[in-house]
């Protein structure tokens, strides 16, 4: 199966901690308000430095969901991290509140951005990019950023195979090492040495510039010399994810691996597609979840999921279910559920019932959980739709408070059918 991918986003990925599933999972769709809080207003646009940029309203902490499993108070012992993108740049960070009330307390613990790939500069981790998720990852100890880094600029310009080639080739060479030099420094001056780095993310499809399929070998010492120059920075300890897409896509991903001396995770970018397309198929289709855990339990790695959401199939509760119990079951270092229309649960007010069973798992596992509401009380209202006018062909606005979309003069946005 090669599942169609859609364009990459300049994305900030916000994941918490929770615990059992199996329950929640027995118990069906909880019974919280039907429509999950929907993507708060867009702020003001900054008129100072980005990171005064106010943070969206979000709706009160809402009483426990009536088929959340009494574990869910009990802390965040025996779940993998995991949680949900919410905006690319520092508006991202200051939406981690809203969704903490909406799951009831559930904390934050990983923040996940990702280098823009229009030119060198970005992919060198410019000035004022890293500042404010450092800032995040160096406020607690136990927090972890995760920072998705291309391989190559003009990343997703439609480059044609024979010019990846030769960038490929001029990788492989060294003609590039400079730039991933300078991001491993400017890492290690922000006090972030210990970054969870994915690299030339599903590299096995045919959207990016920096896939695998026009030279898989090329690719792979390109990878490798990647990896030596960024370890070679004193003071670094950095991890590097190799992330696939699910499934074969344009070529066989295990084609693309560099080998277990430059990798230290492998990870699996895991959407609700092909429409038709079950759960349980996604588990055994070949390069799909099974072949994927099997693979790195044989190369003794432990396995990510950067980004799983709803697609193709729409609210679909059985995928939902299916992929938090794999979850709970695999204990990946870090899963994220990509949060906007058409993949998300909490800012996506358009999958009220896959909504349900995500929000009954996650809620009030955080290490302090928020006290029940009184029995018969009901959540506090919030906004009942966006203030942003709705965009055409399920394309987001930019919004006028991410600084990231500024500062790239761009609209930052996806195409689905890519």
Same mark, same amino acid.
């Given at each position: 199966?090669?599942?169609?991918?859609?364009?990459?986003?300049?994305?900030?990925?916000?994941?918490?901690?929770?615990?059992?599933?199996?329950?929640?999972?027995?118990?069906?769709?909880?019974?919280?308000?039907?429509?999950?809080?929907?993507?708060?207003?867009a702020p003001p646009a900054p008129t100072a430095s980005p990171s005064t940029t106010s943070?969206?309203?979000?709706?009160?902490?809402?009483?426990?969901?009536?088929?959340a499993s009494p574990q869910a108070t009990q802390g965040t012992a025996g779940l993998a991290?995991?949680?949900?993108?919410?905006?690319?740049?520092?508006?991202?960070?200051?939406?981690?509140?809203?969704?903490?009330?909406?799951?009831?307390?559930?904390?934050?613990?990983?923040?996940?951005?990702?280098?823009?790939?229009?030119?060198?500069?970005?992919?060198?981790?410019?000035?004022?990019?890293?500042?404010?998720?450092?800032?995040?990852?160096?406020?607690?100890?136990?927090?972890?950023?995760?920072?998705?880094?291309?391989?190559?600029?003009?990343?997703?310009?439609?480059?044609?195979?024979?010019?990846?080639?030769?960038?490929?080739?001029?990788?492989?060479?060294?003609?590039?090492?400079?730039?991933?030099?300078?991001?491993?420094?400017?890492?290690?001056?922000?006090?972030?040495?210990?970054?969870?780095?994915?690299?030339?993310?599903?590299?096995?499809?045919?959207?990016?510039?920096?896939r695998c399929g026009p030279d898989p070998a090329a690719w792979k010492t390109y990878w490798?010399?990647?990896?030596?120059?960024?370890?070679?920075?004193?003071?670094?300890?950095?991890?590097?994810?190799?992330?696939?897409?699910?499934?074969?896509?344009?070529?066989?991903?295990?084609?693309?691996?560099?080998?277990?001396?430059?990798?230290?995770?492998?990870?699996?970018?895991?959407?609700?597609?092909?429409?038709?397309?079950?759960?349980?198929?996604?588990?055994?289709?070949?390069?799909?979840?099974?072949?994927?855990?099997?693979?790195?339990?044989?190369?003794?790695?432990?396995?990510?999921?950067?980004?799983?959401?709803?697609?193709?199939?729409?609210?679909?509760?059985?995928?939902?279910?299916?992929?938090?119990?794999?979850?709970?079951?695999?204990?990946?270092?870090?899963?994220?559920?990509?949060?906007?229309?058409?993949?998300?649960?909490?800012?996506?007010?358009?999958?009220?019932?896959?909504?349900?069973?995500?929000?009954?798992?996650?809620?009030?596992?955080?290490?302090?959980?928020? *006290? =029940? &509401? /009184?029995?018969?009380?009901? !959540? @506090? %209202?919030? #906004?009942?739709?966006?203030? *942003? =006018? &709705? /965009?055409?062909?399920?394309? !987001? @606005? %930019?919004? #006028?408070?991410?600084?990231?979309?500024?500062?790239?003069?761009?609209?930052?946005?996806?195409?689905?059918?890519?």
């Amino acid at each position: 199966m090669a599942p169609q991918r859609r364009r990459a986003r300049y994305r900030l990925t916000l994941i918490a901690a929770g615990t059992t599933v199996a329950a929640v999972l027995a118990a069906g769709p909880a019974q919280h308000p039907a429509t999950p809080a929907p993507a708060p207003p867009a702020p003001p646009a900054p008129t100072a430095s980005p990171s005064t940029t106010s943070p969206p309203a979000a709706s009160a902490p809402a009483k426990p969901p009536a088929s959340a499993s009494p574990q869910a108070t009990q802390g965040t012992a025996g779940l993998a991290p995991f949680g949900a993108f919410l905006d690319s740049g520092p508006l991202g960070v200051t939406r981690m509140a809203g969704l903490r009330r909406w799951l009831g307390g559930t904390e934050v613990k990983v923040g996940h951005t990702y280098l823009p790939g229009g030119t060198w500069r970005d992919i060198e981790g410019p000035p004022g990019f890293l500042d404010a998720w450092a800032a995040w990852r160096l406020a607690k100890p136990d927090r972890t950023l995760v920072l998705n880094v291309p391989m190559q600029e003009h990343n997703e310009e439609n480059v044609s195979d024979d010019q990846v080639r030769e960038l490929l080739r001029q990788g492989a060479a060294g003609e590039f090492d400079q730039h991933f030099r300078t991001l491993a420094e400017r890492l290690v001056e922000q006090k972030v040495p210990d970054t969870v780095v994915v690299l030339g993310w599903e590299m096995n499809g045919i959207t990016y510039t920096h896939r695998c399929g026009p030279d898989p070998a090329a690719w792979k010492t390109y990878w490798k010399r990647i990896v030596r120059t960024m370890r070679s920075v004193p003071g670094q300890r950095f991890r590097f994810d190799f992330t696939p897409s699910r499934g074969r896509d344009a070529v066989p991903w295990t084609e693309c691996y560099p080998g277990d001396d430059t990798v230290d995770i492998i990870g699996m970018d895991a959407y609700d597609q092909p429409a038709g397309l079950s759960f349980a198929e996604q588990v055994k289709e070949p390069y799909g979840l099974r072949q994927h855990v099997d693979f790195a339990k044989a190369h003794n790695k432990p396995v990510s999921y950067p980004e799983w959401g709803l697609f193709r199939n729409g609210d679909d509760t059985d995928y939902m279910r299916g992929m938090l119990a794999w979850i709970e079951e695999h204990k990946p270092v870090y899963n994220t559920l990509t949060d906007y229309c058409p993949h998300g649960v909490w800012q996506c007010a358009q999958n009220p019932r896959s909504s349900q069973v995500y929000r009954s798992f996650l809620y009030g596992r955080g290490e302090q959980p928020a *006290a =029940p &509401a /009184p029995t018969g009380s009901t !959540p @506090a %209202p919030g #906004p009942t739709k966006s203030t *942003a =006018p &709705a /965009p055409a062909d399920d394309c !987001p @606005a %930019p919004d #006028p408070a991410d600084w990231l979309q500024y500062w790239l003069g761009r609209k930052s946005c996806l195409d689905l059918d890519r």
